[in-house]
Each structure stands twice: as C-alpha cells, then as structure tokens.
C-alpha cells in the first residue's frame, strides 16, 4: 500500500471546459509519501482511452463507458500498491485519462499486461516521463485551487 502523509488521503471531483466541451476530474487532493517499496514514485505514467464522444458531448457512449469500468476494476492493483499510485482520472472530450505515479514504467506495464490479458484489446495509449517532482499533479491541483 501506498503510504500516506499526515494528511487524509481525500478525493475530490472538479468540472471544467476543453474545447468548450464539458471535463470531469476525480482527483487525489493530496500527494502521499513519496517513497513506496524503498522506490521513489518518480515517473508519471498517463494512461489514454480516446472514444468517439460526438454524440454525447465529449462523454463517452454507454457501451464505452462500461468497457471504461471494466478497465478500471481490472486494473486496480495498479492504482494503489507496490507498483504505483493513481493521482488523476479526466473525462471529456472524447477521451479519458489516468495519471499514475510509478518507480517503473516497465514493471506497471509489465503488470497491465498481465491483468488484461482475459479482457478484450481496449484502445490504449500510454506514455511516460520522469517527474520526480510531481509536476503534472501539482499543477493539475493548483489550477483547481486557483479557480475556487
């Protein structure tokens, strides 16, 4: 398990606009521990599942949707464990989004494959950079905070 700071591991929702298209945000308000396993969570890793959303706004279509559900209980070792920790999910524009923090690209990828591999192919794009610092997150969360 990922271990927490001294401040409560608390999740929040926020709605915005991206290319005046609604956005939903489930977001980790505050950052865990850094450490996990003696590894630092140093890479962000986002996972990106794009979707015709045209008929609906930007959101996804029913049958979508429950894939998007499907994928997500499927990967829930992935989200809070030894191989990383879910920061982010957005929703909108024809596309949803997971940000992940990770001490190995590899080894999450490595244990994805694994998890999906009695699931349908679901349309994925993943991508990494180091971010030790967690920027992504934190500007993410700053820029709700701004607009409070």
């Known amino acids: 398990m990922v271990s927490l700071g001294t401040e409560p591991d608390t999740w929040a929702t926020a709605t915005g606009k991206?290319?005046?298209l609604p956005t939903i945000y489930r977001y980790r308000k505050n950052r865990p521990n850094a450490r996990l396993s003696d590894e630092i969570l140093s890479h962000a890793l986002r996972v990106v599942w794009e979707y015709?959303?045209?008929?609906r706004n930007g959101m996804p279509e029913a049958a979508v949707n429950e894939a998007q559900i499907g994928f997500e209980d499927a990967i829930e070792p992935l989200c809070e464990g030894s191989l990383g920790c879910l920061v982010l999910v957005f929703s909108g524009n024809s596309r949803k989004e997971w940000l992940f923090y990770t001490p190995s690209p590899d080894m999450w990828a490595a244990k994805l494959t694994k998890l999906l591999a009695r699931h349908p192919p679901y349309p994925l794009l993943i991508e990494?950079?180091?971010?030790?610092?967690?920027?992504?997150w934190q500007n993410f969360t700053?820029?709700?905070t701004d607009e409070s």
């Open 18 to 20: 991206e290319a005046d």
């Open 52 to 55: 015709d959303g045209s008929s």
């Open 128 to 136: 990494n950079w180091a971010d030790p610092e967690w920027t992504t």
């Open 142 to 144: 700053r820029s709700v």
